[in-house]
């Protein structure tokens, strides 16, 4: 058999397995795993490599409006290709309602700009703002029947944020439709109120937005998400969870007998509500909600994404520059934290930073990188087999790690359309230094080699 591609040499690592193989590749798809493959029109030699799939980020945001003037840092074309650096080969951004409008008009504008401009494979979840009889009753089940598999629900913002009721409808929907509900946990009236207090007391620098959504706001909006869940009889997978208060409500409602997904993001491992107290409103570059906590809570996330609390380890990318008008250093936002944009960039760091801290440190097993930063995802989300794993007959989206080679993080390395990088001078031990894309090179040690629009729209089944 003459294959397309073969990959040689290296060591294939699944989500359970880690064998020594190569890898043919025919029409884009994983076409045999055995020794001594040989016929190909490219060969390519991975020794000393990791043969990985490709890293899926099921949590980023992308061009996603912002309001006010404030501009997100990152199109489809700038957002993929980032992603692609970082070792992706598929990224699920959101595509949100505002409200007033219909999801089918959200999803025109929002394929509108994805169309054309994806380096790699994207996916979307819908946010749900608004939800009219008409969006839950007619528009949702006839979405997820489209492939629209999943939405996200906020329990904060005063203009995105859902009433319990609403909430209530929602998962309600999503259960007959067989939609899964991602919910972002914090009360927003507790965190209005502290943000009145911080504010009478002239208390507006970065620092104060740690200050004004603490752990405790986190805890009772995840507490209050899953009691909902449970009532309804639908599961949930509660995102970027920053702190271990929030995980016992998670790891206490599955004993409850609740089907529960957890998912962490790098800012929780690795940054702390101090990062925001820097001088001259650097501190804003760290801005994000949840916020980062205290090295406890760091602690505790390891711990998570090592016992399974956690399944999903996603980035939260949602750029937005800083030194720019249109991003956290806007006119408002120089003189109050409440007008910072929140959110910050990671498509691109989030795999070397789990590799790094998590597999070179010891933290985590190969195994496991590959089940938290891939197929977790895509068996979550509706994508697995296809996606998330090396096996016969799946699309063949492979990223070739070298687990020796040493990167310092900065801004200048990376892809993202942001001024900064949270995580500048870093150092990394792992690195994804080639990306194939069903079967074609994408990235190789540096360099793009794909195409522009060579990402697809990809239909997910359900699985809630
Ligand atoms: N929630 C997110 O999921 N991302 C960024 C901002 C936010 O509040
Ligand atoms: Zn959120
Ligand atoms: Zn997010």
């Given at each position: 058999m003459r294959f397309d591609t073969i990959i040689k040499n290296g060591t294939v690592v699944t989500a359970s397995d880690t064998f020594k193989s190569d890898v043919g590749i025919c029409d884009g798809k994983i076409a045999a795993l055995a020794g001594c493959l040989d016929n190909a029109h490219e060969i390519i030699d991975a020794t000393g490599l990791y043969v990985m799939p490709g890293g899926i980020d099921s949590h980023v945001h992308i061009a996603?409006?912002?309001?006010?003037?404030i501009v997100m840092a990152d199109d489809f074309s700038s957002g993929t290709l980032s992603a692609a650096f970082g070792g992706n080969t598929t990224i699920l951004p959101f595509c949100m309602q505002e409200k007033g409008t219909t999801l089918r008009e959200a999803l025109k504008d929002y394929h509108a700009k994805a169309e054309g401009n994806c380096h790699i494979d994207v996916s979307f979840h819908l946010i749900i703002t608004d939800p009219t009889a008409y969006v839950l009753g007619q528009e949702l089940p006839a979405l997820v029947e489209d492939g629209y598999t999943s939405l996200k629900v906020f329990m904060t913002y005063e203009n995105l944020r859902l009433r319990d009721d609403q909430i209530l409808d929602t998962l309600d929907s999503a259960r007959r439709s067989g939609a899964l509900v991602m919910v972002h946990c914090e009360n927003e009236d507790a965190i209005r109120y502290l943000i009145g207090q911080h504010e009478e007391k002239g208390?507006?620098?970065?620092k104060f937005h740690a200050l004004s959504r603490p752990v405790a706001a986190e805890r009772e909006a995840t507490h209050r998400a899953l009691s909902l869940a449970e009532i309804v009889g639908t599961p949930i997978v509660i995102v970027h969870v920053s702190n271990r208060q929030a995980m016992e409500e998670i790891e206490r409602a599955r004993k409850r007998g609740s089907k529960v997904a957890g998912e962490t993001c790098p800012q929780y491992l690795l940054l702390t509500a101090?990062?925001?107290?820097?001088?001259?409103?650097?501190?804003a570059k760290f801005v994000c909600s949840p916020p980062p906590r205290d090295k406890e809570s760091q602690l505790a996330c390891w711990e998570g994404l090592q016992n399974g609390t956690f399944e999903l380890f996603s980035s939260d990318h949602c750029p937005f520059r800083f030194d720019d008008d249109g991003g956290k250093l806007n006119e408002k936002g120089k003189r109050n934290?409440?007008?910072?944009p929140n959110g910050i960039p990671g498509v691109e760091t989030r795999l070397p930073i789990l590799f790094s801290e998590g597999v070179s440190k010891g933290r985590i097993d190969i195994n496991r990188f590959v089940a938290l930063s891939s197929t977790n995802h895509a068996k979550q989300y509706g994508l697995y087999p296809r996606k998330g794993t090396i096996a016969?007959?799946?699309?063949?989206?492979i990223a070739l790690w070298d687990p020796r080679k040493s990167v310092i993080v900065t801004n200048d390395i990376l892809h993202h359309g942001?001024?900064?990088?949270?995580?500048?001078?870093l150092e990394v031990v792992g690195w994804p230094i080639r990306v194939l894309l069903r079967g074609t090179t994408i990235v190789d040690e540096g360099v793009f080699k794909g195409q522009s629009n060579g990402g697809t729209y990809l239909r997910r089944d359900r699985t809630a």
């Open positions: 996603q409006p912002s309001g006010d003037g208390e507006l620098a970065p101090d990062d925001l107290d820097a001088t001259e409103l650097e501190g934290f409440r007008w910072i016969i007959g799946s699309d063949a989206d942001a001024d900064y990088t949270p995580y500048e001078g």
